[in-house]
């Protein structure tokens, strides 16, 4: 299978490394955390006034008319440069279900601001103990009058105090969900703060009697498990994408560095174990690169993609930690030195493999999949 990209998807690549290699030096990445700020919303805008954030967007809504593998060739880029932007949760976990689901009025309240960079549409899909995101969730919605009452708790919800609405899971019955478009200014809603180890603030979001109106139904009542479903699937292949990116420039600045420090009077690249450790971690990184393309291609053909995101899903976890573990232990002690970058790119690796559910899980999951598939002759 060929998966080499087009005139237009490389174009889009190298418009998305070269805006974000410009404005998110090192050097300014350093000074947000010193300042304890985390959304650089001025690379924001100006990924909205280049057309990546909607780059998978129909025209219609403002967009692109690009697809998923579009928008992970934006997010590859995105981790190679840690950029503090929320574009998984805004464009991949919140616009797309929403122009795949959404009614012409929910798509035209929500999608051309994003696709302009001025605001930042949110998902909030954990609950309290979960590894895994629930297509049941215990966050409850019953009927009040011709709308709906909401009640529960969301955690991990990335920009939810800046978000101009969050697609909310919620149980409508039994066995089945609804996806309900939420203001998070609305009254019954309140916001508590934590914040992951990259410094990415991920909210606890509490709804207590929060009143939502008939039109606030994305897709149909008892559709949402369909929804988080579809959801999840393009939020793992584009956090694998990312992955790719993130664990790609550990290698190039690990590189760099053993090329040029000197022990022993000779450079570290040319000690036999260091290479073997550089080319392992090429090695890993081309398997998260394919194993996440392979992801991306079947789900946008529309073809079952179930195990090759768990093979997506271990390979971004285990792979990416082999990586970020070698760019760590060849820098040494300048590993440890917050003005150089090499440690931001273990803090995401990690981040990322958290969010994925670790490799184990996945693993599990694949094996019991073949274990269940009918034997060939």
């Not at 690169?289 to 971004?316: I, N």
Request: charged share 20%.
């Amino acid at each position: 299978m060929d998966f080499t990209l087009t005139d237009e998807q490389e174009a889009i690549r190298d418009l998305a490394a070269r805006i974000l290699t410009e404005q998110l030096p090192p050097e300014r990445l350093r000074a947000m955390e010193q300042a304890d700020t985390w959304f650089a919303e001025d690379v924001w805008r100006e990924l909205g006034k280049a057309g990546l954030l909607g780059i998978a967007l129909p025209e219609a809504d403002g967009g692109g008319g690009f697809g998923l593998t579009e928008a992970c060739i934006v997010a590859e880029q995105l981790g190679r440069t840690v950029a503090p932007v929320p574009f998984l949760s805004a464009v991949v976990g919140a616009a797309l279900p929403l122009a795949g689901f959404g009614t012409p009025a929910q798509r035209a309240a929500h999608l051309p601001g994003l696709s302009e960079g001025a605001t930042v549409p949110g998902i909030a899909l954990y609950e309290p103990g979960d590894v895994a995101v629930p297509t049941v969730p215990t966050t409850q919605a019953v009927r009040d009058g011709d709308g709906w009452r909401l009640d529960g708790e969301k955690r991990f919800v990335v920009a939810a105090d800046r978000a101009s609405v969050l697609l909310v899971p919620a149980r409508t019955g039994e066995e089945t969900a609804t996806v309900f478009l939420v203001d998070p200014r609305s009254s019954g809603v309140s916001l508590v703060a934590d914040r992951a180890v990259t410094g990415e603030p991920q909210w606890s979001v509490h709804m207590d009697d929060v009143r939502l109106g008939s039109t606030a139904v994305l897709g149909a009542v008892g559709e949402g498990g369909e929804i988080v479903t579809w959801v999840t699937n393009r939020l793992i292949a584009a956090i694998c994408s990312m992955q790719t990116g993130v664990c790609e420039e550990a290698v190039a600045i690990t590189a760099r560095y053993v090329s040029t420090r000197e022990q022993f009077g000779s450079k570290l690249g040319t000690f036999q174990a260091v290479g073997h450790r550089i080319a392992d971690a090429y090695i890993d990184t081309e398997g998260i690169r394919l194993t996440a393309m392979q992801a991306v291609w079947r789900l946008e053909a529309g073809v079952d993609a179930d195990d090759e995101l768990m093979v997506a899903k271990y390979w971004a976890a285990e792979g990416a930690q082999r990586v970020v573990h070698a760019a760590q232990h060849l820098h040494g002690g300048i590993g440890m030195d917050l003005d150089y970058p090499i440690h931001r790119y273990f803090r995401w690796a990690k981040v990322l493999e958290l969010t994925l559910g670790g490799s184990g899980p996945s693993l599990r999951t694949l094996g019991a999949s073949l274990l269940a598939a009918p034997a060939h002759p």
